[in-house]
């Protein structure tokens, strides 16, 4: 019996679910289990069973390894989430990406979450090499490349870098430090989102979301200086770009007695916070249209469905396993930059500044 086939027959006997589960979920990043958990415990089992996909496994039977360019085992650092469910964007390309290393018929030897990693302040005071030696000795040998999911510190990439041969960033903003990385411009998605309220014709717009240093506070600021719109200092929130703080920070605007009547939210999960918070006041006189960015899979089943920004995830995923594939092979030496675009996805949850017909806030 082939070792892929053995391998994913112990996975589900260990999972519980059915063979073709294991099969949909590893090769079908969109599949839908019936409980979420589901998918995190059959990834897990894959690499706690050095799962290999079909041709990868016939490859590693016939001593044809990694050092020929056949068979690679690859790594993945998630850097702005503490696990798998703080923030559904993250996830989602996590997904996509996993995926795509067993299609490419690599292994997938790893999956670390450390936010601290995204964190200037905390990069400042932590050991960064002890820490990342302690990821490298998790893995071994059994690491040619490493795929960083989201925004990581310069001092960090800068000794990640050293600690392995080829490294691609995936992130909605460009690092810019001397990686291959794959990227969807924050600030002009971010400007992009604010200029369709302005077109509705909203003047007073609040931003909710992280501020230091990030690129969609300030593709935020200048859809508001294109139209010279003054920017009210209480409609700055600050929050760590959470359901619950979204939720909160909803509160707080409810409060308020000049609420502004349009909002953006540097990522989908914090609107949607927002309006589980409007569903859950119920505050009819206020009504304000809500826009973000990333245009996660909650995003489509949201009351209203939320108006957001789409970013390519699918396309991401891609090419940056075909970057990181690329560099171990030698194709490349140089540090690559794919930028692609962000998709405008309107839906419901924006509204003319003039109008309301909004009569409930439900997810």
Known sequence: MRRDKMSIKEIARRAG??????????????????????????????????????????????????RSGKTYYVSILMTRVDNSRSDPFFNELLHIIE??????MCVLTKVWYYSLFSDDKRCRSENLDKIIRKIRDETGEKCDGLIIIGKCNKEALKRLRHGYRSVVAVNRDSADYGVDEVVCDG????????????????????????????????????????HNIELAPECVIETKQTEVEGYEAMENLLKSEDCPTGIYCANDITAIGMLKCLAYHKKRYFMPSIISCDDIEDAQYSRPMLTTVRLPKEEMGR?????????????????????????????????????SRWCDYYI
């Not at 979920?25 to 019936?34: I, T």
């Not at 995926?99 to 490419?104: D, G, T, V, W």
């Not at 970057?323 to 419901?348: F, I, N, S």
């Open 17 to 66: 679910v059915s063979p073709s589960t294991v099969s949909r979920v590893l090769n079908d990043p969109n599949y839908r289990c019936s409980r979420p958990e589901i998918r995190e415990t059959i990834w897990r089992l894959a690499r706690e069973l050095n799962y290999v996909p079909n041709e990868a496994a016939r490859n590693l039977k016939k001593g044809v390894g990694k």
């Open 99 to 104: 995926s795509e290393i067993h299609r490419h």
């Open 187 to 226: 600030r002009k998605v971010a400007s992009m989102a604010v200029e369709y309220l302005i077109q509705l014709g909203h003047k007073r717009i609040a931003y909710v979301g992280r501020y230091h240093n990030e690129p969609r506070y300030l593709g935020f600021l200048d859809a508001l200086h294109r």
């Open 319 to 355: 090419f940056a396993l075909f970057l990181l594939l690329d560099h171990m092979r030698g194709g490349h030496k140089g540090a690559v930059r794919v930028e692609l675009e962000g998709k405008l996805m309107v839906r419901e949850s924006c509204t003319p500044a003039s109008e």
